[in-house]
Nanobody, 126 residues
């Protein structure tokens, strides 16, 4: 069964750090993966996307504060998002997403991905 499972969401104070993880199972040949977020009353937005070749792109709001990475060396295919300097405006549900397409980095803006996780909550207090 195709599944993306996020973890790592937490409640932290502003200025803190978090690492989100997403394990992909039951899905092969994922060439594009990314993190998106949505807070109440706002549209979903792309946070970061990574191509199979390692190329990455980030939302302006997180540039310099976030690093997306992927680990395929182990039996599991795991996507990470390391965030630092967290701000109250980073509060949102963070979703992992993935696609088979090599047309990848533009999906940060379009949000068009085939597979989605159920989300993990990140809450930043001031």
């Amino acid at each position: 069964q195709a599944r993306l499972m996020e973890s790592g969401g937490d409640s932290v104070q502003a200025g803190g750090s978090l690492r989100l993880s997403c394990v992909a199972s039951g899905i092969n040949n994922l060439r594009c993966m990314g993190w998106f977020r949505q807070s109440p009353g706002k549209e979903r937005e792309g946070v970061a996307v990574i191509h199979l070749n390692g190329s990455t792109t980030y939302a302006e709001s997180v540039k310099g504060r976030a690093v997306i990475s992927r680990d395929q060396d182990n039996a599991e295919d795991t996507l990470y998002l390391q965030m630092s300097g967290l701000r109250p405006e980073d509060t949102a549900t963070y979703y992992c997403a993935a696609d088979h397409s090599l047309i990848c980095l533009g999906r940060l803006r379009t949000g068009v991905m085939t597979y989605w996780g159920e989300g993990t909550q990140v809450t930043i207090s001031s």
